[in-house]
C-alpha cells in the first residue's frame, strides 16, 4: 500500500499533466479522495494521541491521583438522618447510613465511632437477630 503523502503527490502530478477534460475530473476525484483519507488518518491519529494522553484508571474504577472514598457506617449501627460533620471541617449527608469518607480521613472517622460498611458486612463475629435477617 503507496502512504497517503505519495499517492497525494501523485494525485498533484496527475492533475498537472492531464491533458483532457475527462483527465482532470478523474485527477481532481482522485486527490479528493486522498484528501478524505489524509483528514480521516490525521483525525484518527489525534484521536489516538488523546486516548494515550488520557490518565489510565485503577480497577476500582477512579482516575489515579484522584483521592478514593470509602462508605462509612456508624460502629453501633444506628443511621445517622442530619448532616455529619467531617474532621476538615466539611459536612457530608448520609444515604442510606452511609456517608462517602476520603481515604485520608478514615482514621478519624473510625476514631469517631464510624467504621468502613466493608468491614462490617464481612465481618463475622456481628451478631445476627433471631431469626438473622442480614439486609434488614
Known sequence: MIPLQHQARAAIAAIDAAKTPLQKHEARQQALNVRADLEKQLGDDKAMAAFKAAQPQNSGGMWNGVPRVFHMVRADGS???????????????????QIPVPENQ?????????????????DKHTAMRDPARPNA
Open 79 to 97: 443511621k445517622p438522618t442530619a448532616a455529619v460533620a467531617m474532621p476538615d471541617g466539611t459536612k457530608v449527608v448520609p444515604i442510606q447510613g
Open 106 to 122: 478514615v482514621a478519624a472517622m473510625t476514631a469517631r465511632g464510624w467504621k468502613r460498611a466493608n468491614d462490617v458486612i464481612n
